[in-house]
DNA sequence: GCGACAG
DNA sequence: ATCTTGTCGC
């Protein structure tokens, strides 16, 4: 006997977490990095039935060095609902993000920054709860309006959401998809372009991201060890 | 009522 | 995101 529909969640619910993201958003800051940045992490996770396995790196900013990765498993507290993901990927991306033995200057992630219906996206959330500047490098839009940038690496075009610039459109390759960059906390959007173009000399996504993706995939079907690279 | 809709 | 074979292109 199903007494509950994997879609039916509490009415209250979403009204709740909708109030906490708003009050949560208003602790953002938009600043400027305070020191250099040395080290970037990205982190990524996949799912299984109602299981979720997260995997963050770290990489040196300079030369694009892997230094270091973690991973960490744990449950899927709700299913993806659009304007919610980080409830849904925050609590084990944050256990993997804490595993790495070396604290990042900068968190790269996969997901909207402040460009949100509500200002406070995946990797807002995150950056805020870790008190570490973040920043949102998402594959597609969730929210707001552009003009499609030129189809040159570098090229930019601005996205806006009630008038306002969120975040950019960046083409971090020629004549592929652009990626939709924006300011998770504590970094400008500035400053958040610069380090994702940097970081994607050659591929669509940031390193970063490329290498949590595949290490994220490969802990959910074959086996990979505590401390592994490639 | 008809689209849009991170991962 | 996840489910999946072959296939077009550099």
């Known amino acids: 006997m199903e007494e509950k529909l994997p879609t ?37 996770v996949a799912f299984t039935k109602e ?17 270091e990765t973690a991973l960490a498993r744990g449950p899927a507290p709700l299913p993806y609902i659009p304007g ?21 200057d900068v968190i790269l992630v996969d997901g909207q920054g402040i460009a949100h219906p509500r200002g406070l996206g995946l990797a807002s959330h995150l950056g805020l709860m870790l008190g570490i500047p973040s920043i949102g490098c998402a594959k597609s839009k969730l929210v707001g309006s552009y003009k499609e940038p030129a189809p040159e690496r570098g090229s930019l075009s601005c996205l806006f959401l009630h008038h306002r610039p969120v975040g950019m459109v960046v083409r971090t390759r020629a004549r592929v998809r652009p990626v939709f960059v ?7 959007l500035a400053e958040a372009v610069q380090i994702v173009l940097k970081l994607s000399p050659r591929y669509r996504l940031p390193e970063p991201l490329r290498m949590a993706d ?4 490969l802990a959910k079907k074959g086996r990979l060890r505590p401390g592994d690279d490639k």
Do not use: M
Request: charged fraction near 25%.
């Open 182 to 188: 924006s300011p998770g906390h504590l970094i400008t």
């Open 84 to 104: 919610f993901l980080s409830f849904r990927e925050t609590p084990c991306l944050l256990k993997a993000i804490r595993k790495l033995r070396q604290k990042p």
């Open 214 to 217: 595949r290490l994220t995939k």
């Open 8 to 44: 039916s969640l509490d009415k209250k619910l979403l009204p709740a977490l909708s109030a906490l993201q708003i009050r949560l958003s208003l602790r953002v800051r938009l600043t400027p990095l305070a020191q250099n940045i040395e080290t970037v992490a990205g982190c990524d």
């Open 51 to 67: 299981a979720a396995v997260a995997v963050a790196v770290l990489y040196r900013l300079r030369d694009l060095k892997l230094l």
